[in-house]
């Protein structure tokens, strides 16, 4: 079992940066498959980017590419997406996830708000 807990969320303007944090407890997840997913109101879950256990692949949505970064920390059991020029669009829950062959563990989510 992978217990996974975000931190970091909170109220920004626009423009601003913010950084989530996953701590992940129980398991060593290196090996796993790493994700910040969100989701607003009335709308579906969206992934935004996802890392590789070893870090040599990443993914990136469209929507947020070139503005937010996805990085681990193995020996920290920590996950982090960085989160620049943040827009009132990128309001929603942030979770994080973890798994193999799908993603199997989810943390509680962070909200992000963004004002205009």
């Known amino acids: 079992q992978v217990q996974l807990v975000e931190s970091g969320g909170g109220l920004v303007q626009a423009g601003g940066s913010l950084r989530l944090s996953c701590a992940a407890s129980g398991r060593s997840f290196s090996r796993y498959v790493m994700g910040w997913f969100r989701q607003a109101p009335g709308k579906v879950r969206e992934i935004l980017a996802s890392i590789s256990w070893s870090g040599s692949s990443i993914y990136y949505a469209d929507s947020v590419k070139g503005r937010f970064t996805i990085s681990k920390d193995n020996a920290k059991n920590t996950l982090y997406l960085q989160m620049n020029s943040l827009k009132p669009e990128d309001t929603a829950i942030y979770y994080c996830?973890?798994?193999?062959?799908?993603?199997?563990?989810w943390g509680q989510g962070t909200q992000v708000t963004v004002s205009s």
């Open positions: 996830a973890a798994g193999q062959q799908e993603y199997n563990y």
